[in-house]
């Protein structure tokens, strides 16, 4: 009989090198196939092992890593075996490759239609105007408005949403037979998300591109992947068809991975509008915020006439497409961003009057310590110089909280509230794997216990199991210390999770505004509706299923909000 795997690994055993000389195993006895023309999705927690098996497949583990024992083929070639030079024939134009991050991913001196055109030059796949027009058509078919003018811009001026869409772009530049895909939709609202899958599902039937797809996403794998892999501890603890690991897991562990993950369940917050809505005076008000960019000569709208309120000691979230305003918004909030016109207030901070006026060092020090951000990269957001130990010490240094005595006991509390071993307080952000920066950087905002926190697409670097923890531990502190939240997020099932009211933005304006229930089983708008039918179905079929992209769809937020 003959193989009819596209990537097979056997046996697969990865070592990282640790201080001293000792040997940390990352990845042991692993086996994996991938096949034309399918998915084939590794998912678990963060640490599993997952983005370790990812890069050992594309040759990119670092200095630190070595691959202790198995074997890596695509089709009859040896991958393992390969060198510099073998390499540089292999990547991009027979396995394409998305990262995890698309903030250190991007080259930040070279515009994004180079960086998407990198691989057609490398490989002389196309002159220069051909490869103009593949570069403005592969921005086009993942969701880039504008390519032609975006294509002109550099990485910081996208989104974080955009610079994932734009590395998978050029990760499909020359279709490669395999595409090794590292969490690509982590950054992307629902919408863009079902666009880009499709897209893979459509490159999949043309070409019989195989993908390995790495996430977190239980509702993606489900719905998306022909095959699921179930990682734990570096380990394989379960494997098989889609429809059967969904319907009838086969260990705990999964089934507790599925339990967490919102996506896969109805669970709404308990209403609690009423009760909220009691006080006269809103904590957070935001009243006519607009603030429009000025790019290269072009006037692009960033918020217009936002208007909504949020009571203390409640959630609201705000959420939308990519470019949609959200982010803006938060750094208004925050005092990151001075806003050209409206109002910001929370309690009795006007943040939009501080950044017009100049206010003392001292009010200045108040509002800081009052209200946190959150931000989306972590990666970008904390100093890679510094020790876990460091980044939690300064905000208490820097707001004069406590003393040399008291601090060490914070640091440690702190640690435990976001489910961190307190062993990681000397280590560098290097050392860390996304999720685990993502909830160094909530305990660095909580820290100061600030009145307000602004979170970011906080929990989008998450996998299911600790995303769960933090949402609970949010929901727990928001109880005992009174804390206001304002949630911005492309995650759907986790803003109904997490939410008392919710703000849906359209390219800057106010769509719809509400009770969450209320927005969630009636959505005034069609733009809502249309977030709404994007949410991923993952399927619950047998194990002899049809082609994931066949399935039929099981009950999520969309059909149980319309039963409701």
Partial sequence: MTDSSLLRIDGLSVEYTRRGGSAAPAVSELDLVVRPGSMTAVVGESGS???????????????????????????????????????????????GYVPQDPGSSLNPLQTIGKSVAEALRIHRRANRAEAR???????????????????YQFPHELSGGMRQRVLIAAAIALRPRLLIADEPTSALDVTVQKQVLDLLDELRAETGMGVLFITHDLAVAG?????????????????GHAGRVFSDPATEYTSRLIADAPALQTKARPDRTEATTQTDTPFVSVESLTHIFDRTGDQITGVEGVDFTVARGTTHGLVGESGSGKTTTGKALSGFLTPQSGQVRIGDFDAAELGRGRPSRQRLREFRSSVQLVH????????????????????????????????????????????????FLDRRPAELSGGQLQRVAIARAL???????????????????????????????????????????????????IADTVSVMSHGHLVDDGATEE??????????????????????????????????????????????
Avoid: C
């Fill in 133 to 151: 027009a593949q570069v403005i058509e592969l921005l086009d078919r993942v969701g880039i408005d504008q390519p032609e003018k975006r294509a």
């Fill in 519 to 564: 927005i969630f089983t009636r959505p005034r708008s069609a733009y809502t509706r249309t977030l709404l039918e994007a949410i991923p179905r993952p399927a619950t079929l047998s194990a002899d299923a049809a082609p994931a992209n066949t399935r039929p769809a099981t009950p999520t937020l969309l059909t149980a909000a319309a039963e409701s």
């Fill in 447 to 497: 820290i100061v216990e600030p009145e307000l926190v602004v979170f970011d697409e906080a929990v989008s670097a998450l996998d299911v199991t600790v995303q769960a923890q933090i949402l609970t531990l949010l929901d727990e502190l928001q109880r005992e210390l009174g804390l206001t939240y304002v949630f911005i997020t492309h995650d759907l099932a986790v803003v109904r999770q």
């Fill in 223 to 239: 719905e998306r992947a022909d095959e699921v892999v179930v990682m734990q501890g570096g380990r394989i603890v379960e494997s």
């Fill in 49 to 95: 092992g997952k983005s370790t098996t990812a890069n050992a497949a594309i040759g990119l583990l670092p200095p630190s890593a070595r691959v202790a024992n198995g074997r890596i083929r695509l089709g009859d070639l040896d991958l393992l075996s390969l060198g510099t030079s073998g390499w540089r024939g292999v990547r991009g134009s027979q396995i």
């Fill in 376 to 423: 989306q990269n972590p990666f970008s957001a904390l100093d890679p110089k510094h020790s876990i130990r460091s980044t939690l010490t300064e905000p208490l240094r820097n707001f004069r909280l406590g003393d040399r005595a008291t601090r060490p006991k914070r640091v440690d509390e702190a640690m435990d509230r976001v489910a961190l071993p307190t062993d």
